[in-house]
């Protein structure tokens, strides 16, 4: 109850009207306009209200005017309140308006700073006429750093140089370029020169070219990884955007970039947002300010490779060639320009010893024509320059060994077939000086591959391989054309045989010999390549050729793959497969592995593999003697050997089972379930015979039943 209803129930007692506030408002308007007591004007109210006679007042003059002075309290109050209210409405409002400013100034921002189309680093600081006066003498600047590429040196000027004299949409790269040439004749070095002098004379706003390596997309998994590297490279604060490996990348990315070469945009089919300054790809339809497309503005976008242009359309399409601004090539260096950049890195050579060493190297003419001629090996410029490498590592080797030399000089010469160290009288042979690299690793491939009981095919085949590379690494750098041998393999055999031990031999073995980065076995099978529903079998084939890139890819059983015509996650698991070796055939074994029959069959009913995998190697059931040498070796391995009686009736049993049914004895796994089950027989035998030799297999241990 209110307080004025309290005072109200006082002042009328149980016998006052049902009086609201408002009658009582009511009330006080009439007697103002006609006078009357308050109590007067509540009957004449309830009167008109209900017809009948109000009650008679039963409070004099005194308690009406305290009643009207309470009433007048409460209005004043109702007042107060009110404008109290209208006071904090009016700040909440100002408040609200200044809110809405502030998000309002920040959206835009954030428009500003991440939507695509405005996040294109400008490359250039000036445009038109006052541009093109500050690439003048450019060419005779880069000229007399690099030697032997004037035409190169002219194009590439010329392809900086041409979008500020050409229209182009405020969206579109600067310019795309293609550079290709032989190796080692200074494409990276030439482009980084020249974005360094084009920031120094004020035309670029950055030195710095960012580098995407393409070869790290290989398949549509890594899409999503390509577009945050994509943006982050059109966000850099670096002019030009290098872009390396091209033929080794998945399709889809580079149809993106010629896109973005030929429109100067890119759409994206996924939508994105920023988070923490990443590109990040969301499923919320109500995300805001998404990124919708990716934009080349202010960027020049370079393709450098080895490859002719032809290789570039074919890989990229006629349309992306059409679309390039300049094509720029090296050329193969002359004598006279080699000659110039070995006495460069002769000088530059005499100051790193200088510095690192405390020595006053001289280098003589003998010694600077043995690095020039480095290039004959097919080396280009890598073979001069690795050349002057060599001689400060053995200088440095010098002096961390020879203590008891104390002059001040050293110098370096050609004599006698081989470059030499000077050091007072002596001579000495730079290669003492040069470690030859660690060989630990082919020594016990080859210990392992020798110890293997038979397989003398399989071992000749392997030790050929090693042959075939080394004879084609000396055709390389006698600057000979060399060939390259289809490494993918197919073993036949039935179980037991050795095919996942060779397998493993193999890897190390290419590895050692450098004809592989990883050396790593990777074991397979149909469940680890062919999914359960639709859209999951290329992904899984993918990620398992990725984990073996650089080593040997092992599927066992791999005719399981197909299953007939009907089996579509089997053929989509072989297609991405034979799609896979073909991307990666560099740096990539695949070994299939089966019965002799079915695997003839499988690659019967796919040509595609077929045509993949010339190297058939037939693994061959073990003889029975050959069983019996696995036998010694596996009972060694555990601790155990094989008593001379029971060699004889062991391989009796090893004979008639091979002849009998080789396929389901097992061959190798024969033997180490025979030699398992002796040492178990063996324990319970020695319980009655505690003197018995505990490490010694007799025939009683073997069960020949």
Do not use: W
Not at 69 to 81: R, T
Not at 135 to 147: H, I, P, W
Not at 593 to 603: P, R
């Amino acid at each position: 109850m209110s307080d004025l209803e309290q005072q109200m129930n006082k002042l009328f007692g149980g016998n006052r009207a049902n009086y609201s506030v408002n009658d009582i408002e009511e009330a006080k308007k009439r007697q103002k306009k006609y006078g009357g007591t308050l109590y007067d004007n509540l009957s004449a109210i309830t009167q008109e209200r209900t017809g009948q006679k109000p009650l008679a007042p039963i409070m004099g003059a005194e308690e009406t005017a305290a009643a009207t002075g309470m009433l007048a309290a409460s209005e004043n109050n109702l007042n107060a309140a009110s404008a109290d209210l209208e006071r904090l409405s009016n700040t909440m409002s100002a408040n609200a308006a200044e809110i809405n400013a502030t998000l309002g100034e920040l959206n835009k921002n954030l428009r500003n700073d991440f939507t695509i189309e405005k996040t294109g680093s400008q490359a250039v600081v000036k445009e038109g006429s006052a541009a093109l006066d500050s690439f003048e003498g450019l060419q005779d600047t880069l000229k007399e750093k690099v030697y032997g590429q004037d035409e190169f040196i002219k194009k590439l000027t010329i392809a900086f140089k041409r979008p500020f004299v050409s229209e182009r949409d405020h969206n579109d790269a600067m310019n795309s370029i293609f550079i290709s040439g032989p190796a080692c004749t200074g494409k990276h070095y030439t482009l980084e020169l020249i974005t360094g002098e084009l920031a120094t004379r004020n035309i670029l706003t950055s030195p710095d070219v960012y580098r995407m390596d393409l070869s790290l997309y290989p398949t549509t998994a890594e899409e999503k990884l390509f577009i945050q590297d994509l943006y982050s490279a059109l966000r850099s604060k670096a002019a030009v955007i290098l872009f390396e490996n091209f033929a080794s990348c998945n399709v889809a990315m580079l149809s993106r970039l010629a896109e973005l070469a030929a429109n100067g945009e890119s759409m994206l089919s996924d939508r994105y947002v920023m988070q923490n300054g990443q590109l990040v790809g969301v499923n919320n339809a109500l995300a805001g300010e998404t990124v919708g497309s990716l934009e080349a503005a202010g960027k020049y976008l370079v393709f450098m490779g080895t490859e002719p242009v032809s290789k570039l359309a074919d890989i990229m399409g006629a349309p992306f060639v059409n679309s390039l601004g300049d094509i720029c090539l090296t050329q193969a260096l002359d004598s006279d320009s080699v000659k110039k950049i070995a006495k460069v890195l002769s000088e530059q050579l005499k100051a790193r010893v200088s510095k690192q060493l405390d020595y006053e190297l001289t280098v003589d003419e003998a010694f600077d024509e043995y690095a020039a001629s480095c290039t004959s090996k097919n080396r280009a410029l890598k073979g001069v320059i690795d050349a002057y490498e060599d001689a400060l590592k053995a200088l440095s080797e010098f002096k961390l060994e020879r203590d008891d030399y104390k002059e001040k000089s050293v110098g370096l010469t050609y004599e006698d077939g081989s470059a030499v160290i000077i050091a007072g009288e002596e001579h000495i042979p730079m290669r003492s000086f040069i470690s030859e690299g660690y060989s630990g690793e082919m020594e016990a491939v080859e210990k392992e591959l020798d110890g293997i009981v038979g397989l003398v095919k399989i071992k000749d085949y392997i030790h050929g391989l090693k042959e075939y590379y080394e004879v084609q690494a000396r055709r390389r750098e006698e600057g000979l054309k060399a060939g390259e041998l289809n490494r993918h393999m197919i073993f036949t055999g039935n179980p037991g045989t050795g095919k996942t031990t060779i397998a493993r031999i193999v890897s190390r073995y290419l590895k050692a010999i450098g004809i592989l980065s990883g050396g790593q076995l990777v074991e397979v099978s149909r469940g680890d390549l062919v999914g359960r529903y639709v859209g999951h079998t290329a992904p899984l084939v993918n990620q398992v050729i990725k984990s073996a890139i650089g080593g040997v890819l092992f599927i066992d059983e791999a005719y399981s793959l197909y299953r007939g015509e009907e089996d579509s996650f089997g053929l989509e698991a072989i297609d991405t497969l034979v799609k896979g070796i073909e991307d990666n055939r560099d740096n990539l074994i695949v070994i299939l592995a089966g019965y002799s029959k079915e695997m003839e069959e499988f690659l019967e009913a796919n040509s595609g593999l077929k045509s993949r995998f010339p190297n058939i190697i037939d693994f061959p059931d073990y003889t029975g003697e050959e069983l019996l040498a696995i036998a010694d070796i596996t009972a060694k391995s555990k601790g155990y050997s094989i008593d001379e009686g029971a060699r004889k009736p062991l391989l009796d049993f090893f004979n008639a089972t091979q002849l009998n049914n080789a396929r389901e004895a097992g061959n190798g796994r024969l033997v180490r379930n025979k030699i398992e089950e002796a040492i178990l027989n063996q324990s319970r035998r020695l319980v009655a015979e505690p003197g018995a030799d505990m490490s010694l297999l007799i025939e009683g241990d073997f069960d020949f039943d």
